[in-house]
């Protein structure tokens, strides 16, 4: 092999891009120090929870007392939260047929697995309270539209009810895509934005999902929670909350600010270190026989 082609070969050899090790691993511990912070900073929200999965054990409703310490400006945001549950698992994801929830009935069923029929599903009535066929496709089917978080919340003071509008929760993006099909045959209807909510999953086997939203301030003082017992046996180990707050869509920063900063920056730093060591190995054999 000759020079010229020695020459021709080195400029095709794919080349390793140098960074420089110092700013990933700066930019990694900037990104640390930020997701401590938020998870400081979120308490500095107005967010109280109370739990009520163990006060309504083995009850169909039941009633919780909410402390309010200080005035609570509108809007005020209305959660429930649940642990000890999974939305995240391969089997849980995979179940969720889209293409039904977007308002189309040509899809494969086999996605919804065991709960496909309304029989296998639980289902009896109509969203318009009409029978449905037991033995017919439920709408929607899975496992994540079985597990439906559905227990219904009702906010008093003194006896006077608090209106809970269950409009402006969801995020528009996914609005637009769910659409009803037939609500004579469909259990729920498809487009309330809390059935919307839940239908997002989450990463974390902990998390909160939006139920309402409360367009008037809430005064100091003790309110009541009256809930109705719905969901199915799909709850049965899990913890639920209920959540006053006023952070609106991001009603959990801990998904949206503090696990991708403590997720990156880590990263950033063991890239930056193997850079650096990379670079300074190359360094001294260069020295050592004065190559490039």
Same mark, same amino acid.
């Given at each position: 092999?000759?020079?010229?082609?020695?020459?021709?070969?080195?400029?095709?050899?794919?080349?390793?891009?140098?960074?420089?090790?110092?700013?990933?691993?700066?930019?990694?511990?900037?990104?640390?120090?930020?997701?401590i912070v938020s998870q400081t900073v979120d308490i500095d929200y107005e967010y109280i929870s109370t739990r009520y999965d163990e006060i309504c054990a083995d009850k169909i409703s039941c009633s919780i007392k909410i402390s309010v310490?200080?005035?609570?400006?509108?809007?005020?945001?209305?959660?429930?939260?649940?642990?000890?549950?999974?939305?995240?698992?391969?089997?849980?994801?995979?179940?969720?047929?889209?293409?039904?929830?977007?308002?189309?009935?040509?899809?494969?069923?086999?996605?919804?697995?065991?709960?496909?029929?309304?029989?296998?599903?639980?289902?009896? !009535?109509?969203? /318009?309270?009409?029978? $449905?066929?037991?033995?017919?496709?439920? +709408?929607?089917? &899975?496992?994540?539209?079985?597990? @439906?978080?559905?227990?219904?919340?009702?906010?008093?003071?003194?006896?006077?009810?608090?209106?809970?509008?269950?409009?402006?929760?969801?995020?528009?993006?996914?609005?637009?895509?769910?659409?009803?099909?037939?609500?004579?045959?469909?259990?729920?209807?498809?487009?309330?934005?809390?059935?919307?909510?839940?239908?997002?999953?989450?990463?974390?086997?902990?998390?909160?999902?939006?139920?309402?939203?409360?367009?008037?301030?809430?005064?100091?003082?003790?309110?009541?929670?009256?809930?109705?017992?719905?969901?199915?046996?799909?709850?049965?180990?899990?913890?639920?909350?209920?959540?006053?707050?006023?952070?609106?869509?991001?009603?959990?920063?801990? !998904?949206?600010? /503090?696990?991708?900063? $403590?997720?990156?920056?880590?990263?950033? +730093?063991?890239? &930056?270190?193997?850079?650096?060591? @990379?670079?300074?190995?190359?360094?001294?054999?260069?020295?050592?026989?004065?190559?490039?």
């Amino acid at each position: 092999m000759n020079s010229e082609q020695t020459k021709q070969l080195q400029e095709w050899k794919l080349k390793y891009i140098k960074l420089n090790p110092i700013l990933l691993i700066f930019m990694g511990l900037i990104l640390i120090a930020f997701g401590i912070v938020s998870q400081t900073v979120d308490i500095d929200y107005e967010y109280i929870s109370t739990r009520y999965d163990e006060i309504c054990a083995d009850k169909i409703s039941c009633s919780i007392k909410i402390s309010v310490p200080s005035k609570m400006k509108s809007p005020v945001f209305f959660s429930y939260e649940v642990s000890s549950f999974f939305q995240n698992t391969d089997k849980y994801f995979n179940s969720i047929p889209y293409d039904q929830l977007y308002g189309d009935l040509d899809f494969d069923t086999s996605i919804c697995d065991q709960y496909k029929t309304n029989r296998e599903m639980g289902k009896t !009535l109509s969203v /318009t309270g009409k029978a $449905l066929v037991q033995d017919n496709l439920a +709408i929607p089917c &899975g496992i994540a539209a079985y597990s @439906y978080m559905n227990d219904e919340f009702q906010l008093t003071k003194d006896g006077i009810q608090i209106s809970v509008i269950d409009k402006g929760i969801a995020w528009e993006s996914d609005i637009e895509k769910f659409s009803n099909i037939n609500l004579d045959n469909q259990w729920i209807d498809m487009e309330s934005e809390r059935f919307i909510n839940w239908m997002r999953p989450s990463p974390l086997s902990r998390f909160r999902k939006l139920w309402g939203r409360i367009d008037q301030d809430l005064e100091a003082g003790t309110y009541t929670v009256n809930i109705q017992i719905n969901t199915n046996d799909a709850f049965a180990q899990t913890k639920k909350y209920v959540l006053l707050h006023n952070n609106g869509q991001f009603s959990d920063p801990i !998904l949206v600010i /503090t696990l991708p900063c $403590l997720c990156v920056g880590p990263f950033l +730093i063991i890239f &930056g270190l193997i850079n650096m060591i @990379y670079w300074g190995k190359k360094q001294n054999l260069i020295k050592k026989y004065r190559i490039y």
